[in-house]
């Protein structure tokens, strides 16, 4: 079993930035993901990092605006977000998947935390 317990979430200004930690259990290594889920809209992928970190991919509507990062000594997964625009606003959650590269489909995670809002006043 995995918990993962995020933090960082809060309320910013658009253009602004944040950074979200997700904060891993248990020894195994895992790929791990980042989703997010506004009022009334449907969960979708943000971010994904495979487990040595080597590669990341990213959902269209960030790129090159948000970055994931890990650091596997820590068990510590981020999410470093610029350029925060109003329909950032959602419910962010971190997610780990046992497969070597789960994509972006949320099926293919296997645990996920509570979540932490992010609100991006415009």
């Known amino acids: 079993q995995v918990q993962l317990v995020e933090s960082g979430g809060g309320l910013v200004q658009a253009g602004g930035s944040l950074r979200l930690s997700c904060a891993a259990s248990g020894r195994s290594s895992y790929s791990m993901g980042w989703f997010r889920q506004a009022p009334q809209k449907e969960r979708e992928f943000v971010a994904g990092?495979?487990?040595?970190?080597?590669?990341?991919y990213y959902a269209d509507s960030v790129k090159g605006r948000f970055t994931i990062s890990r650091d596997n000594a820590k068990n510590a997964v981020y999410l470093q977000m610029n350029s925060l625009k109003a329909e950032d606003t959602a419910v962010y959650y971190c997610?780990?998947?046992?497969?070597?590269?789960?994509?972006?489909?949320?099926?293919?995670?296997?645990?996920w935390g509570q979540g932490t809002q992010v609100t991006v006043s415009s």
């Open positions: 990092i495979t487990r040595s970190g080597g590669s990341a």
């Open positions: 997610t780990a998947s046992k497969l070597l590269v789960p994509w972006r489909s949320g099926n293919s995670y296997d645990y």
